[in-house]
């Protein structure tokens, strides 16, 4: 079975500095790592995953995601947020061949102006 | 546009009322899952269904059934609901192969009086 950790569950920063959002997760196989976000009164959405090949994954919107190995992590970047970042966003994984995601707990991004 | 529909929004019942939730997929999809959502516990998976009338208990089945008759539609149902089966539902669905994007509809936040 797999889990995820996200330790922070609220993190605020101010407009235009960066931001780094926790996850790790625990696996005993192989697994592929997404993160979701939800905005405000809607579902979520595809943010960025790996599945395999550069460690880095870049969304459209400016945000990264490191997979380290080692440290079993998938911490979320950006290095300048804006007012409309503000959402709940989701780290959730998925065993090699597993269609299922297990999904963290959530940490809310709340941007200060 | 690729969409997940869900019947209500915004959905109040009295505890022992049978409810139903629908959720109608575009996309062509094989797979459907009901997701609940709590503040502090993330999305948990309640069922999964990989093709009609195909199903399989996610990690909080208790108190759910579903059902799948059709392939663009999943049903959560609560034979008798109970409060602490208030919160929010989000069906999502995703193609059959392993480890695609999940696409979610906008949630059903049900209240059970």
């Known amino acids: 079975a797999q889990s995820v950790t996200q330790l922070d569950s609220q993190v605020p920063v101010f407009e235009e500095a960066p931001v780094e959002l926790r996850c790790n997760y625990s696996?005993?196989?192989?697994?592929?790592l997404f993160w979701y976000v939800q905005y405000p009164n809607q579902g979520l959405q595809l943010l960025l995953k790996?599945?395999?090949?550069?460690?880095l994954v870049e969304s459209i919107n400016g945000f990264e995601a490191e997979f380290n190995k080692s440290q079993t992590s998938f911490h979320l970047r950006k290095p300048s947020v804006h007012i409309s970042d503000t959402a709940e966003y989701f780290c959730?994984?998925?065993?090699?061949?597993?269609?299922?995601?297990?999904f963290g707990t959530g940490t809310r991004l709340t941007i200060i102006p | 546009d690729v969409k997940v529909t869900q019947s209500s929004r915004y959905l109040v019942k009295r505890t022992g009322e049978k409810v139903f939730l629908e959720c109608v997929q575009d996309?062509?999809?094989?797979?459907m899952f009901w997701y609940r959502q709590d503040p502090g516990l993330g999305l948990r998976l309640i069922y999964f269904?990989?093709?009609?009338?195909?199903?399989e208990k996610g990690d909080i089945p208790e108190g759910y059934s579903v059902s799948r008759e059709k392939k663009e539609r999943f049903s959560l149902i609560l034979e008798s609901a109970s409060t602490n089966q208030t919160s929010m539902y989000l069906c999502?669905?995703?193609?059959?192969?392993?480890?695609?994007?999940?696409?979610f509809g906008p949630g059903t936040r049900l209240t059970v009086l």
């Open positions: 790996y599945l395999s090949g550069s460690t």
């Open positions: 696996s005993s196989v192989s697994v592929y």
């Open positions: 996309m062509d999809h094989e797979n």
């Open positions: 999502a669905s995703s193609q059959h192969l392993p480890n695609n994007e999940q696409f």
């Open positions: 269904s990989y093709d009609v009338k195909m199903k």
């Open positions: 959730a994984v998925s065993a090699f061949g597993n269609e299922k995601l297990t």
